[in-house]
């Protein structure tokens, strides 16, 4: 049973690392921000749980499963926060093509997609 789980380790590990390089090549290689944003947080959180699950598979001890289970749950709480931030910051700075977006859901919201000012005099 030990060399089942250690082979799927090993797959896990190669996996994750092969989705973690095309995030790489991804950001690299994308031409607008939001292209950017979602090669960095898409395709890198699931390598990055994929070579944490290989660790898993390969260590199982349970204080290592429990610093592993950690570090995913921080993955997870923080990919999704950062790539908003980034989107909401290319969005304010006009550094990303408005014909890509299928709908603009900030584009009432005032210049740069933040909340409205009080109204004018009429």
């Keep these: 049973m030990a060399t ?3 082979w ?4 896990c590990l190669v996996a994750g690392a092969l989705l973690a390089l095309a995030a790489g090549i991804g950001v690299l290689r994308f031409p607008d921000a939001l292209s950017r944003m979602h ?3 898409k395709p890198q959180v699931l390598g990055v749980l ?5 660790i ?3 260590l199982r001890s349970p ?3 429990g610093m592993i289970l950690l570090v995913a749950v921080f993955q997870l ?7 908003q931030m980034i989107g909401r910051a290319a969005y304010r700075s006009g550094r990303l093509d408005r014909g890509l977006l299928d709908a603009d859901e900030l584009a009432d919201r005032g210049p740069g997609g933040g909340p409205a000012g009080p109204p004018g005099p009429a």
């Design 4 to 6: 089942i789980a250690d």
């Design 77 to 83: 709480a923080t990919a999704p926060v950062a790539a």
């Design 63 to 65: 204080a290592d499963l």
């Design 8 to 11: 799927l380790g090993a797959g």
């Design 39 to 41: 090669a960095a947080t």
């Design 56 to 58: 898993a598979l390969r």
């Design 50 to 54: 994929l070579l944490l699950l290989g």
